[in-house]
C-alpha cells in the first residue's frame, strides 16, 4: 500500500515525458487543465502549480474529488522526494 491506496492495479511506470505538449495534453487529460510554460522548469511541472491547483478545486462531485486526490498524491510525492535543506540526508544504520 502507498498513502493507504491498493496497489493492486497495473504498475505506474513508463518513458518521461520531455515535450510541453506531451506533458500539457497528459494534464489537461488528468486535471481538465494545463499549466503554463511559466508554470514547468524543463519537463517538471512545479509544485506550487499542483497546490494552486488543489487550493481552487470545489469538491461537488466524484470527477472533482478525483482531481484533487491526485493533486494530493502529486504534490505529496513532490514533497516527499525532494532534498531538505534542514536535513543532512539519509544514513545507513
Known amino acids: 500500500m502507498i498513502l493507504?491506496?491498493?496497489t493492486n492495479g497495473l504498475p505506474v511506470t513508463g518513458p518521461t515525458m520531455s515535450c510541453f505538449e506531451a506533458m500539457e495534453a497528459e494534464c489537461l487529460h488528468q486535471f481538465g487543465v494545463a499549466p503554463r510554460k511559466a508554470d514547468c522548469r524543463g519537463s517538471f511541472i512545479k509544485l506550487t502549480w499542483?497546490?494552486?491547483?488543489?487550493d481552487r478545486i470545489v469538491l461537488t462531485d466524484d470527477?472533482?474529488?478525483q482531481m484533487y486526490v491526485k493533486c494530493h498524491i502529486m504534490s505529496a510525492f513532490m514533497v516527499s522526494s525532494a532534498p531538505s535543506s534542514s536535513s543532512p540526508g539519509p544514513t545507513i544504520s
Open 63 to 65: 470527477i472533482h474529488i
Open 50 to 54: 499542483f497546490r494552486g491547483l488543489k
Open 4 to 6: 493507504g491506496l491498493p
